[in-house]
């Protein structure tokens, strides 16, 4: 499946963050937006939703520290039980540090690799760039062509009142876009 | 509408910058060849590591009695040293995450510079506990592994073995932390180089990356849980280290002020280290745009900050000694300011205390070469700080017959010495093969000039 894309190069990121909103007032569809850097209030004005990955940190936070501590509880206790210092074997507070610090190391690592994952990032990924300048100064707006009533002028004339420096038509293939 | 609240704060950046401003700047000192200022740094830094790896190498291959250590004074320069780095660590973190929380948006100038900072210093701190090992080639006996000795395991009750994980896991927090704050940037160097064996390795750690908004949506979530967790880690890196000491029943460092305390001393002397690194690297790099005065005296009022809570922190152990009634932790206290190791207590209170007073006044913050004196100054402090801690608790211990001295040997200063270089060498390698200032990050938290916001008309559309 191909899909046809509009790609709208801005200047600036508020120029970029009117016409998203105004394009999806129209009732068109944003593709993806290409920015140098996080540009703040874009994903509401692209109608994103917040990021879910808070909850894998949570759970392999969770398994990180649950996990270490019934490991420690089990070599200390159960394997091969040691008496240090007279201390009983199953004391918890002693066991509190390993488990935060096993729980801080997976609920890292877990959010990092779930990003990687979700986001199909990966070392030697063939980067899709639509415009090499879009990791510079420039804003790109990919804008959905698909649509039967999409009118290239129209949309093109909207798009000068937000001082748009350039706009490109593209086929883009494959089901994940871009 | 940025632009309204740019006025109310000084400007992050000066120099009236463009977007592709900031780019060209930040990447210019990768892209020119190394100037003679660098060369002349790192053959001084690559002679310390040269001298630390021969050290190293003696003591190893001789054993640890090389060292002036004896049986009353069990630690010396290797846990001082050891502690002294964690701490230059733990101002990196506080810039990259707990100023990430509180929304300094200043932090951007300095924050790579000082994760790259708590990356090296972590790995200089690592290097003491296993030399201090003895038989370092066991050392992989702290990792809990099913093995042929019982299986035996490790002692999860003791606190050096919860340092090891702490320091393990904040080294690793650290470097993924400095990595994917990495992966924009090196997208950007990947777009501006030319093809070749950079443009390759920029395209293979960048990961793919092409700046989508649904990826940096879910990349500022992860950034700000990476935040949250490096915060309280790094609390808790340094209340474990200061547990190594309070934990045990020696007078001087059985006492419960110990974390608070030292994370204080920690982030003081982290704080001293970036200003170090930053006065120079500015200049050396020509990024005085970008890390302004107004970056370094933030950076002094923390410190400033810091050093008030490390000398309240001083007198609350002389306070508690005396109110406490305990004879032995008085005659710690009495014997560390006036017996024979007063003059390494009273250079950490001069350089720790009464110096950094001086950062009250806006004429000291702002006058660079002062303020890299004063850091210079904190540094040694905060170093004569663990001295202090640990050799004059041990040297006079419960019995007199038992006290001894301690004067490090050639061996022990080697090493420190070679730790500044393994320091100082990793991170003149870092200015030059990868973005000392965060570019993206610069970018979206500055308001830099608009390009063509001149040509447009008045009155015309301009969202």
Same mark, same amino acid.
């Given at each position: 499946?191909?899909?046809?894309?509009?790609?709208?190069?801005?200047?600036?990121?508020?120029?970029?963050?009117?016409?998203?909103?105004?394009?999806?007032?129209?009732?068109?569809?944003?593709?993806?937006?290409f920015?140098?850097y996080?540009v703040?209030?874009l994903?509401?004005?692209?109608?994103?939703?917040?990021?879910?990955?808070?909850?894998?940190?949570?759970?392999?936070?969770?398994t990180?520290?649950?996990?270490?501590l019934w490991f420690e509880?089990?070599?200390?206790?159960?394997a091969?039980?040691?008496d240090?210092?007279?201390k009983?074997?199953?004391?918890?507070?002693?066991?509190?540090?390993v488990?935060?610090?096993?729980?801080v190391?997976?609920?890292?690592?877990?959010?990092?690799?779930?990003l990687?994952?979700?986001?199909?990032?990966f070392?030697?990924?063939r980067?899709?760039?639509?415009?090499?300048r879009s990791?510079?100064?420039?804003f790109?707006?990919?804008?959905?062509e698909?649509?039967a009533g999409?009118?290239?002028?129209?949309v093109?004339?909207l798009?000068?009142?937000?001082?748009v420096?350039?706009?490109?038509?593209?086929?883009?293939?494959g089901?994940h876009?871009? | 509408?940025?632009?309204?609240t740019?006025?109310?704060?000084?400007?992050?950046?000066t120099?009236?910058?463009?977007?592709?401003?900031?780019?060209?700047?930040?990447?210019?000192p990768m892209?020119?060849?190394?100037?003679?200022?660098?060369w002349?740094?790192?053959?001084?830094?690559?002679?310390?590591?040269l001298i630390?790896?021969a050290?190293?190498?003696?003591?190893i291959?001789?054993?640890?009695?090389t060292?002036?250590?004896n049986?009353?004074?069990?630690w010396?320069?290797?846990?001082?040293?050891f502690v002294?780095?964690?701490?230059?660590g733990?101002?990196?973190t506080?810039?990259s995450?707990?100023?990430?929380?509180?929304?300094?948006?200043?932090?951007?100038?300095?924050?790579?510079?000082?994760?790259?900072?708590?990356?090296?210093?972590?790995?200089?701190?690592?290097?003491?506990p296993?030399?201090h090992?003895g038989?370092?080639?066991?050392a992989?006996w702290?990792?809990?592994?099913?093995?042929?000795?019982?299986?035996?395991w490790v002692?999860?009750?003791?606190?050096?073995m919860w340092?090891?994980?702490a320091i393990?896991t904040y080294?690793?927090?650290?470097?993924?932390?400095w990595?994917?704050?990495?992966?924009?940037?090196?997208?950007t160097i990947?777009?501006?180089?030319?093809?070749?064996l950079k443009k390759?390795?920029a395209?293979?750690l960048?990961?793919?990356?092409?700046?989508?908004a649904?990826? &940096?949506? @879910?990349?500022?979530?992860?950034?700000m849980? %990476?935040?949250?967790?490096a915060?309280p /880690? #790094?609390?808790?890196?340094?209340?474990?280290?200061?547990?190594d000491?309070?934990?045990?029943?020696i007078p001087?460092?059985h006492?419960?002020?110990?974390?608070?305390?030292?994370?204080?001393?920690?982030i003081?002397?982290?704080?001293?280290?970036?200003?170090?690194?930053?006065?120079i690297?500015?200049?050396?790099m020509?990024?005085?745009?970008?890390v302004?005065?107004?970056?370094i005296e933030?950076m002094?009022?923390?410190?400033l900050?810091?050093?008030?809570?490390?000398?309240?922190?001083?007198?609350?152990?002389?306070?508690?000694?005396?109110?406490?009634?305990n004879?032995?932790e008085?005659?710690?206290?009495?014997?560390r300011a006036l017996?024979p190791f007063?003059?390494?207590?009273?250079?950490?209170?001069?350089?720790?205390v009464?110096?950094p007073?001086?950062? &009250?006044? @806006?004429?000291?913050?702002?006058?660079?070469? %002062?303020?890299?004196v004063?850091?210079? /100054? #904190?540094?040694?402090?905060?170093?004569?700080?663990r001295f202090v801690?640990?050799?004059?608790?041990?040297?006079?211990?419960?019995?007199?017959?038992?006290w001894?001295?301690y004067i490090?040997?050639?061996?022990?200063i080697?090493t420190?010495v070679g730790s500044f270089?393994?320091?100082?060498?990793?991170?003149?390698i870092?200015?030059r093969i990868a973005?000392?200032i965060?570019?993206a990050?610069?970018?979206?938290?500055?308001?830099l000039r608009?390009r063509?916001?001149?040509?447009?008309?008045?009155?015309?559309?301009?969202?």
């Amino acid at each position: 499946m191909s899909h046809r894309v509009l790609l709208a190069t801005f200047e600036h990121e508020d120029d970029l963050l009117a016409a998203t909103e105004a394009l999806r007032e129209k009732g068109l569809r944003i593709v993806d937006a290409f920015t140098p850097y996080a540009v703040h209030g874009l994903e509401r004005a692209m109608g994103l939703k917040p990021s879910r990955l808070t909850w894998v940190c949570f759970v392999c936070g969770m398994t990180g520290a649950l996990g270490m501590l019934w490991f420690e509880h089990w070599t200390a206790s159960i394997a091969w039980p040691i008496d240090v210092g007279g201390k009983p074997w199953n004391s918890l507070p002693s066991d509190v540090p390993v488990a935060f610090e096993a729980a801080v190391l997976l609920a890292g690592f877990g959010s990092v690799f779930a990003l990687f994952g979700v986001s199909r990032l990966f070392p030697g990924k063939r980067a899709r760039v639509v415009n090499p300048r879009s990791s510079d100064d420039q804003f790109v707006l990919a804008i959905d062509e698909t649509d039967a009533g999409f009118d290239v002028n129209a949309v093109e004339r909207l798009l000068r009142d937000f001082n748009v420096a350039d706009t490109q038509e593209q086929i883009v293939e494959g089901g994940h876009i871009l | 509408m940025s632009d309204t609240t740019g006025s109310l704060r000084p400007a992050l950046v000066t120099g009236d910058k463009t977007i592709a401003d900031v780019t060209r700047d930040i990447c210019a000192p990768m892209e020119r060849r190394p100037t003679g200022l660098w060369w002349f740094a790192f053959s001084l830094s690559g002679t310390a590591l040269l001298i630390g790896v021969a050290a190293v190498w003696y003591q190893i291959a001789t054993g640890i009695g090389t060292w002036g250590l004896n049986r009353t004074v069990g630690w010396g320069f290797d846990i001082t040293n050891f502690v002294f780095w964690v701490g230059i660590g733990h101002a990196g973190t506080l810039i990259s995450a707990v100023l990430f929380l509180f929304r300094q948006k200043w932090r951007t100038a300095v924050n790579r510079s000082a994760e790259a900072m708590t990356l090296f210093a972590v790995m200089c701190a690592g290097i003491f506990p296993l030399i201090h090992m003895g038989r370092v080639w066991l050392a992989y006996w702290m990792i809990p592994y099913p093995n042929t000795r019982g299986s035996l395991w490790v002692n999860f009750k003791s606190p050096l073995m919860w340092d090891v994980f702490a320091i393990s896991t904040y080294l690793l927090i650290s470097a993924l932390f400095w990595y994917v704050g990495l992966i924009p940037d090196l997208a950007t160097i990947r777009d501006r180089s030319q093809p070749g064996l950079k443009k390759r390795v920029a395209s293979f750690l960048s990961l793919g990356w092409n700046g989508s908004a649904r990826t &940096w949506n @879910r990349y500022e979530t992860v950034y700000m849980l %990476l935040a949250g967790l490096a915060t309280p /880690l #790094v609390f808790s890196v340094h209340t474990i280290v200061s547990m190594d000491f309070a934990t045990s029943v020696i007078p001087g460092w059985h006492t419960t002020i110990f974390p608070p305390y030292f994370v204080a001393g920690a982030i003081f002397s982290g704080l001293a280290m970036v200003l170090t690194l930053m006065i120079i690297a500015r200049k050396v790099m020509s990024l005085e745009d970008y890390v302004t005065p107004k970056h370094i005296e933030r950076m002094c009022l923390l410190m400033l900050s810091m050093g008030c809570i490390v000398g309240l922190a001083y007198g609350t152990e002389f306070f508690m000694a005396a109110y406490s009634g305990n004879g032995y932790e008085q005659f710690v206290f009495k014997n560390r300011a006036l017996g024979p190791f007063s003059w390494a207590y009273w250079t950490m209170v001069s350089c720790n205390v009464f110096v950094p007073q001086l950062l &009250w006044f @806006r004429r000291v913050r702002t006058t660079l070469p %002062l303020v890299f004196v004063i850091a210079i /100054l #904190v540094n040694v402090g905060m170093w004569f700080e663990r001295f202090v801690i640990i050799v004059t608790s041990l040297h006079r211990d419960f019995l007199p017959s038992s006290w001894a001295h301690y004067i490090p040997t050639w061996v022990e200063i080697a090493t420190l010495v070679g730790s500044f270089g393994l320091f100082f060498t990793c991170f003149l390698i870092f200015c030059r093969i990868a973005p000392a200032i965060a570019i993206a990050e610069v970018k979206g938290a500055a308001h830099l000039r608009k390009r063509e916001s001149r040509q447009r008309a008045p009155g015309e559309k301009a969202a």
